[in-house]
């Protein structure tokens, strides 16, 4: 790809995400990126749809890189597009939603210009994304009891009190627990377990919960897999202090393990969320597709 030729930049945009910060600055933006010699075109995302078609028609050759604004949610329909269209340019993250666990772990800013400079910068780090059936995630894949919460959490209530609001919404949730039996089998052992929840994670947080595995990678080609087991409801206060401390990997109510393949299957009807969108219905197979993005970064390799 040449620079010559590479003057423009897709900038795909949820002007819903978040407290509407990112979309009050769209023309700074704009400003800031023909300054420095680029040609900003604006994709306002609706519903997924105008991504596709743009991605779809693009050439290529003329784009520098797709900058994504948006929570999780944008960039994961984002991504979801690159791949179908088969696009590798590089891609900046600008995090303007309530959850932005995907920035976090690449330690984007929230300024608006800090994140300029890192978009209009040559600082990457390469980062897996993962597969479960037909649909790609960026950060997290997750089932059972407590993981639809962010689909029924109110979105105006979400926007407001952003994260916090997830955890309001898991508390009035815990006296509906009801415990699921599932099969998990990976290439290295099968597991048969009773769960409450569990997450398939490519970073390291999830619905704000900022080291729900802290020792993931983005790009060490492994899905890190956290069930949190049946359990009496009186361990599970204990348990969500550890899972804010980052440190219930060693409780006895959770399993954890790494791996690049899983089935996870079950009798019965789970709810599933994939980057706190409404995931797929079970069984579920998992892969990776290892160092498929290139992302903007403060420093390379992060």
């Known amino acids: 790809m040449c620079h010559e030729k590479a003057e423009k930049v897709l900038l795909f945009y949820n002007p819903n995400s978040g407290n509407g910060l990112f979309k009050n600055n769209l023309d ?3 400003d800031r990126f023909q300054t420095a010699g680029y040609q900003l075109v604006p994709i306002r995302a609706a519903k997924g749809m105008a991504i596709d078609r743009a991605l779809a028609t693009m050439n290529v050759d003329e784009y ?3 900058i994504a604004a948006g929570g999780d949610g944008t960039i ?3 991504v979801n597009a690159m791949i179908r269209h088969d696009i590798h340019l590089p891609l900046a993250i600008f995090p303007a939603g309530t959850a932005n666990d995907f ?3 690449f330690e984007i800013p929230s300024d608006i210009d800090k994140m300029i400079d890192i978009a209009l910068g040559e600082h990457f780090t390469n980062a897996d994304v993962g597969k479960v059936n037909d649909r790609h995630f960026i950060n997290v894949a997750a089932m059972g009891a407590l993981i639809d919460v962010s689909q029924k959490t109110d979105p105006n209530l979400k926007n407001t009190i952003g994260v916090m609001a997830y955890y309001l919404k898991a508390v009035t949730e815990v006296p509906n627990l009801r415990a699921h039996r599932v099969r998990l089998i990976t290439p290295e052992a099968t597991y048969e377990e009773e769960m409450y929840f569990m997450v398939v994670m490519n970073g390291i947080s999830a619905g704000g919960f900022k080291n729900i595995s802290p020792e993931s990678e983005v790009n ?3 899905m890190d897999v956290i069930l949190f087991r049946k359990m009496p409801i009186i361990e599970l206060g204990p348990l969500l202090f550890n899972v804010i ?6 409780n006895r109510n959770v399993l954890t393990f790494k ?3 899983l089935t996870i299957e079950s009798e019965d009807e789970i709810s599933t969320d994939i980057d706190g969108e409404k995931g797929e219905k079970l069984p579920l197979h998992f892969t990776l597709l290892h160092n498929r993005l290139k992302i903007f970064t403060e420093e390379d390799d992060i």
């Open 245 to 250: 401390h980052g440190n219930h990997s060693k």
């Open 220 to 222: 060490d080609g492994l």
């Open 76 to 78: 994961n329909i984002c």
């Open 259 to 261: 791996t690049d393949d």
């Open 28 to 30: 700074y933006i704009i």
């Open 64 to 66: 520098r890189q797709i």
């Open 103 to 105: 920035a976090y772990y």
